[in-house]
């Protein structure tokens, strides 16, 4: 009977290239001017080597007349198998990396938030479940 070893997913870290803020004036929790979330993950796959990939997650939050900040959170990952699959990477892109970046993205909008003084409120992101296509463009040489 054959054994195969299974491919695993290696998560390298992740970096935080971009953070932008713009504050008109402290910001103050109430139902008429919630904080509006959006967040956009996608996929970078580099054509020379196919066995890694980022998750580039673009977050904006905005209150209206107060603040809005944008921060891009980068994740790197490396499948153990140079082979792989494009069928097999897609799925760990869609369903794992994406659900491991994301705890690093909100504690860091946490963190940043609860550091802003005035500006806003601590802002802690509700759970997030990820499922979806995103990788918008394979950058592989197939």
Do not use: W
């Amino acid at each position: 009977m054959e054994i195969k070893e299974q491919i695993s997913l290696r998560f390298k870290g992740i970096s935080f290239p971009s953070v932008q803020l713009v504050s008109s004036k402290p910001y103050v929790e109430n139902e008429e001017n919630a904080i509006k979330i959006d967040i956009q993950p996608k996929a970078f796959i580099p054509s020379d080597s196919p066995n890694e990939f980022q998750i580039i997650m673009n977050v904006e939050l905005s209150a209206e007349g107060y603040f809005n900040l944008k921060i891009t959170g980068i994740g790197s990952f490396e499948l153990s198998d140079e082979n792989v699959t494009p069928e097999i990477r897609k799925s760990y892109i869609n369903a794992n990396s994406t659900a491991i970046v994301f705890p690093y993205v909100r504690a860091f909008i946490a963190t940043l938030s609860a550091n802003l003084g005035n500006v806003t409120t601590p802002i802690l992101l509700p759970t997030r479940f990820f499922k979806g296509d995103y990788i918008e463009e394979e950058n592989t040489e197939e």
